[in-house]
């Protein structure tokens, strides 16, 4: 143990003094977390719908009957209303503001009503946007609601929206999750293909060989180190997310546990794949042809339903799947069951690669 | 056997406690072959080794912690100062130390003025140095020395040799690889000198020279013909060299008794001197070529 614990303090070390190691572990996360966030901070599953209200008093409220549509939208949870200043044009508006939708009540339409003459509203907008469609959907219902109210004094049937998760489920909550999975993929097993592959090159495993340490006492230093290091990159990207967006992600024990096997299946799978080449060069090339494919078809930075079916069969072969999903259940959806089955499947894979590892690598010259 | 070149041919070698023990040999000759096979890193396909009284065979683990090892061209830890290695190491073989005989050890192989510097800063010289520190950490009864001077400057070459002594001086026995004849003829009690995995001749650096070296030159500068024809008479091997005689003193002669000799049958030369062989005209002799630089050169 104190050799393990030796090579442990000296690798980490040596680590820490790498500014390209200590770069993608800290800083690299962070402004992906920064950037996607600064994106996706707000969006979720609301439309934005931008407003403008013609139909004023005069001393400038809303009338009561735009004052009741709009609260109207407001209570379907659908939409997140922004308002247009009521003396700007509102076409000039949407072009100066890249709006894709916009919803403008005119002047006219609370005296329309109480005098049952027709009244319009205008969705103006790109038709091929997906946010149009959801507008005209909402805010004919909400009408039509309106309508059967004015006509028979009350609406017989409501729809009555509710959500599913704990909170609000946005972009940069279903971000994190996968921005973990990205960063226990990546450093440790871009790191450790290349430190297998400088070890050999450089004779340190030789040179090991000549001291009594064993190889496993060496494999489970560098894995003790790279989930150190896990948890104080994610610990930062916590902080960051939830400090700066507001991301509602839950650490609990399962995450935790994910987070640990996760480092140690992905250390392992670097030694093994570092076994393979004899320089730092090609351990990057061959770590890279693995590690990209992996990331963007895990489901790190988007939803894997959305992608095709036969990506979705390749998305189910690879480990970092299992970790992202996993890390999603327990920290977003509370799912602990499917966070568990997930654990084990990383944890069963995790074990085969480091068994391989440590039968596969040779520090003996032959 | 690396596929069908055999690296080292059944050699049979014996190192002595407390004496430096030099293999000397071109590159290629299985120098680090055999070293890697008695470090307990390379398993030979036949053949028997043994060190420290340990058969590596069945226990080379044991021999882990009893020697201590600089591998050829060895490069430490970029990202680490020297203490630092030199603690790491320590650790590994059980042997903590404290920051003072961290000091004393770096101080012993000159590195006492690089404490705050990373490895990947420090010279070439000072890397091998920190390597011996760090082969040292173990107080190992043995050494291995892998070419540690190779790629050095002539200073720094000199500089390790220095260290080498020291450490032969504190009884350390150490194996040493080397391409450098001087380096051999410096620092050895015993040279094997290896040629295509052989040990074509060994012993000490006088044995060698008196028994392979082709035996002492006298030159007797203006002697000339007649020089010649009245060395002749002695019944001693000679050759023109412009005016000058060359008189090859044979083998197990002593030097002065030729000179004695000479002098006696009152030759005419100007001046006479002695031309000494040196480990180079033994591998030359014994191997067919000068070595230079690691190779082997007509």
Request: proline share 4%; charged share 20%.
């Amino acid at each position: 143990m104190n050799r393990t614990l030796a090579d442990l303090k000296a690798y980490g070390k040596g680590y820490m003094r790498n500014r390209s190691g200590a770069f993608f572990a800290f800083i690299f996360p962070v402004i992906l977390i920064l950037i996607f966030g600064a994106i996706f901070s707000n969006t979720g599953t609301k439309t934005t719908l931008n407003v403008q209200n013609l139909d004023k008093d005069a001393l400038g409220n809303d009338s009561p009957e735009s004052a009741r549509l709009i609260a109207g939208l407001k209570r379907t949870g659908a939409l997140e209303i922004k308002m247009i200043p009521s003396d700007v044009n509102i076409d000039d508006y949407i072009r100066d503001n890249s709006l894709s939708v916009a919803l403008q009540i005119p002047y006219g339409f609370n005296y329309s009503v109480d005098h049952n003459i027709l009244a319009n509203v205008t969705v103006k907008g790109d038709p091929t946007q997906g946010s149009f469609g959801v507008v005209i959907g909402v805010v004919s219902a909400v009408v039509n609601q309106r309508n059967i109210e004015l006509l028979y004094g009350s609406a017989k049937i409501l729809v009555h929206a509710q959500n599913i998760g704990s909170e609000q489920f946005r972009y940069i909550d279903f971000f994190i999750p996968g921005m973990i999975g990205f960063i226990v993929l990546t450093s440790p097993m871009f790191s450790m293909a290349s430190v297998c592959a400088e070890y050999r090159g450089r004779g340190y495993f030789k040179l090991l060989a000549s001291t009594p340490l064993t190889k496993s006492e060496w494999l489970i230093s560098k894995i003790l180190w790279y989930v150190l290091l896990m948890f104080s990159s994610i610990a930062l990207m916590y902080v960051v997310g939830v400090g700066v967006y507001g991301a509602r992600v839950a650490i609990t024990p399962l995450a935790i546990l994910l987070i640990m096997t996760g480092t140690f299946l992905f250390t392992s799978l670097g030694m093994f794949l570092g076994i393979f080449v004899s320089n730092p060069e090609s351990a990057a090339a061959i770590a890279n042809a693995i590690g990209f494919p992996m990331m963007f078809l895990s489901g790190t930075f988007f939803p894997i339903e959305q992608m095709p079916d036969f990506m979705q069969k390749v998305a189910g072969v690879l480990p970092l799947t299992y970790l992202t999903q996993g890390l999603r259940a327990t920290m977003v959806l509370g799912n602990e069951v499917t966070a568990a089955v997930d654990l084990v499947i990383v944890l069963v894979v995790g074990i085969v690669f480091f068994v391989l590892a440590a039968r596969a690598m040779s520090w003996k010259g032959k | 056997m690396y596929g069908e070149l055999t690296a080292v041919d059944h050699i049979d070698l014996q190192v002595f406690s407390g004496e430096v023990y030099s293999m000397l040999g071109p590159n290629g000759a299985g120098k680090t072959t055999t070293v890697e096979i008695l470090e307990g890193l390379r398993d030979p396909t036949s053949g028997e080794a043994k060190v420290l009284g340990i058969d590596l065979r069945k226990a080379y683990r044991e021999v882990r912690g009893k020697v201590g090892v600089l591998p050829q061209l060895f490069e430490p830890w970029d990202n680490l100062r020297p203490p630092e290695a030199v603690s790491y190491w320590s650790s590994l073989f059980g042997r903590d130390m404290d920051a003072k005989q961290v000091k004393n050890l770096l101080d012993l192989v000159g590195l006492g003025d690089k404490q705050k510097v990373l490895g990947a800063r420090l010279s070439g010289g000072e890397k091998r140095r920190l390597g011996i520190a760090m082969a040292l950490v173990g107080n190992p009864e043995l050494i291995f020395l892998d070419e540690p001077t190779t790629g050095l400057d002539p200073q720094a070459r000199r500089g390790l040799w220095e260290v080498i002594r020291d450490l032969r001086k504190a009884g350390k026995t150490i194996f040493l690889t080397t391409h450098y004849l001087e380096e051999a003829e410096e620092l050895a009690d015993r040279v094997a000198i290896m040629n295509r995995g052989k040990i074509v001749a060994s012993g000490s650096p006088d044995e060698l020279i008196t028994l392979h070296g082709g035996g002492t030159i006298l030159v007797l500068r203006g002697a000339g013909e007649e020089g010649l024809k009245a060395v002749g008479s002695l019944g001693l091997q000679a050759q023109m060299d412009g005016r000058d005689v060359q008189v090859r003193v044979p083998p197990l002669q002593r030097t002065k008794d030729v000179i004695a000799n000479i002098t006696r049958a009152n030759i005419p030369f100007k001046d006479l001197e002695t031309i000494r062989p040196v480990l180079e005209d033994v591998f030359f002799n014994m191997v067919g070529g000068k070595l230079v630089e690691g190779v082997v050169k007509p």
